[in-house]
């Protein structure tokens, strides 16, 4: 898979890039992410991105022309048809299921904004589909974009180093929506590691008995009772899967 991002702020990008799974699965061959910046598309003297937007009101809006000829020079490089997306509060939202289906793809271009957004023409003109990553306020999509493409990189295949760690989380699913977990949409099962005893804090018994189907029992009664208290929300949109 191919990755290109568009963005004001590339040195952003630096650290998370190179660490842990993002970094094997680039080293592997598995992902290719490039870094574009779109101030370097200005033919402004001054490298300018913005201006004010026409009606007045706060802020500044990204104009077309850095982001069209940005686009324009970074869709040139592969011969894959990108699936281009910006990261705006207006988007619909990020989930397991829509990372799943990104992941299905050769290639993305994700476009990060800043400032009081993008010029409207900007999302017609390149035909870009909106995500957003919840329902806060960011300086601006570069952080965004960090969490889609940690999102959808560790579920390319040979990206994780335990072919199965991918599908027993909180919200795995796959792309057509079903489940692939225990969890079955819900919160996950609580975690434990040695020692047996810390602090006069023990894991439970049936966790030490190697009974597996008490421990399945279980780890799904944790879970729906997790979700019941933390999310009850998962509980109305899964109500068609057994927790």
């Known amino acids: 898979m191919r990755i290109d991002v568009l963005t004001l702020f590339p040195e952003m990008f630096e650290s998370p890039l190179n660490h842990s799974i993002l970094k094997r699965a680039k080293e592997a061959g598995i992902v ?39 686009f324009e020079q970074v869709e040139k490089l592969s011969p894959d048809k990108p699936r281009v997306i910006l990261l705006t509060p207006q988007g619909k939202p990020f989930t397991q299921k829509l990372a799943a289906e990104l992941a299905g793809e050769k290639r993305l271009i994700l476009i ?36 889609i493409i940690d999102a959808v990189v560790r579920l390319l295949p040979g990206a994780l180093g335990d072919g199965e760690s991918a599908e027993d989380e909180t919200f795995s699913e796959t792309a057509d929506g079903g489940s692939t977990s225990l969890t079955a949409g819900g919160l996950e099962y609580p975690q ?23 421990i399945e029992k279980w780890r799904r009664q944790q879970s729906l009772e997790r979700t019941r208290q933390n999310r009850p929300d998962l509980l109305k949109e899964n109500r068609g899967n057994a927790l």
Not at 113 to 139: C, K, M, P, W
């Open 112 to 147: 990060a904004g800043h400032y009081e957004g993008f010029d409207e023409r900007i999302r017609t003109g390149l035909n870009a589909e909106q995500i957003s990553i919840g329902d806060y306020v960011l300086s601006g999509g570069e952080l965004a974009a960090m969490v």
């Open 32 to 70: 290719d992410i490039v870094l574009t910046n779109i101030r370097d598309s200005s033919k402004d003297k001054h490298k300018k991105v913005d201006d004010r937007p026409y009606g007045g009101g706060p802020g500044m809006v990204m104009m077309c022309q850095p982001v069209f000829d940005c």
């Open 192 to 214: 434990y590691t040695r020692p047996e005893i810390f602090r006069e804090m023990k894991v439970p018994e049936v966790l030490l008995s190697g009974h597996h189907g008490e």
